[in-house]
């Protein structure tokens, strides 16, 4: 029986060349209490194996979260399976703005002492004590009002380049950093703001508005389905859409476009640019913005070094990786000091959060 993936990505994105069928690219999550975690692992892969379901897909013992792409065809066996497991009834599932055949080339089922990283070691937190859920007019509404703190709880390359108008952006490379600089920065507001927070999908919000009600905030909102959910909303509804720019997604689309608002730079140049991109160094691998003519002049690297390095023979690079690790730019999301244009947001977060006060 095969409870893990045996193809590589490019086996797979040959499979669904020749395969030719659309595929829907979507996401859920659910925060519930999962025993054997194994178990359920392993339940969840072959039944999703079988129905050609593609992505990455975290299971703890406080739920699930999953990001994932499924044959058209397939979407209906798809939710009757969610629907025959109690707790992920009639889950939501945010279904992608923009869909591409190719946004995951692997199942990948992985059992994660938590779901969303938090590194919070609270017993006494209980994250099913969340805040109320709004929807998109909802929302409207609330962000318009005076007394409402709007909080971004994406991380700093993510609100880079798309975010709702008059939200606090925190200058932060994970979900972790941010819950302490908020409620530090709030601390005196505690009772007599509303508290409003938004992310992708909403499953940082779920953690986060639960968290701030057991930190003594006391109207705490998150908009329900993330920017996901308010994107077909606001389309379905005619309602005025507030959020600027592009929404980022972890996928091999790296983004949806939300509205024609390009908000940011490119980090080479400074012209202005919101596309994604991944030095194709593989020493490098580092996130970054970079335009048309940039991507052109540096052949897809973040640095002339990159670019020296992917001249090489194939075997040399390998060579010079030998034992060297994966490069910290990996993980600085676009930080290197090599890029003059990187927008930093800190000073934005301090003055709107001194705006409050």
Not at 26 to 36: E, L, M, P, R, V
Not at 279 to 308: R, W, Y
């Amino acid at each position: 029986m095969q409870l893990y993936n045996n193809l590589s990505a490019k086996e797979r994105a040959e499979l669904i060349e020749k395969a030719g069928k659309e595929r829907l690219t979507i996401s859920f999550y659910k925060y519930a209490k999962i025993g054997n975690t194994q178990i359920f692992r392993n339940h969840m892969f072959i039944a999703w194996d079988a129905l050609d379901v593609l992505g990455r897909i975290y299971v703890a013992h406080e739920g699930i979260n999953a990001q994932l792409s499924v044959p058209a065809e397939n979407f209906e066996a798809f939710k009757n399976h969610l629907d025959t497991i109690t707790f992920l009834e009639n889950v939501r599932l945010n279904i992608a703005i923009e869909h591409d055949n190719f946004a995951f080339l692997k199942l990948k089922v992985k059992v994660r002492h938590k779901i969303v990283a938090d590194g919070l070691n609270d017993n006494t937190f209980d994250v099913t004590n969340k805040g109320i859920h709004v929807n998109a007019e909802q929302f409207n509404d609330l962000i318009e009002d005076p007394d409402t703190v709007l909080v971004d709880m994406r991380n700093h390359y993510e609100s880079e380049i798309g975010h709702f108008k008059n939200a606090i952006t925190p200058d932060v490379d994970t979900f972790r950093e941010s819950l302490d600089l908020i409620e530090e920065d709030l601390r005196e507001h505690k009772e007599d703001k509303k508290l409003v927070m938004y992310c992708t999908g909403g499953i940082r919000c779920e953690k986060a508005s639960a968290y701030y009600r057991h930190k003594g905030f006391k109207n705490v909102f998150q908009l329900e389905g993330g920017i996901i959910n308010y994107t077909r909303q606001v389309e379905a509804e005619g309602l005025e859409n507030k959020f600027i720019g592009k929404n980022f997604v972890f996928d091999q689309r790296r983004s949806e476009r939300i509205s024609d608002d390009v908000i940011a730079n490119c980090h080479q140049c400074g012209k202005p640019a919101d596309t994604h991109t991944n030095c194709v160094n593989e020493a490098c691998h580092l996130l970054f913005i970079q335009c048309d003519e940039c991507k052109e002049k540096m052949d897809n690297c973040c640095s002339t070094h990159c670019q020296e390095i992917i001249k090489l023979p194939y075997e040399e690079q390998k060579a010079l990786r030998k034992g060297q690790g994966n490069s910290n730019d990996i993980f600085k999301k676009g930080r290197a000091d090599h890029l003059p244009y990187k927008k930093d947001l800190r000073n934005i977060f301090e003055n709107q959060g001194n705006s409050t006060q």
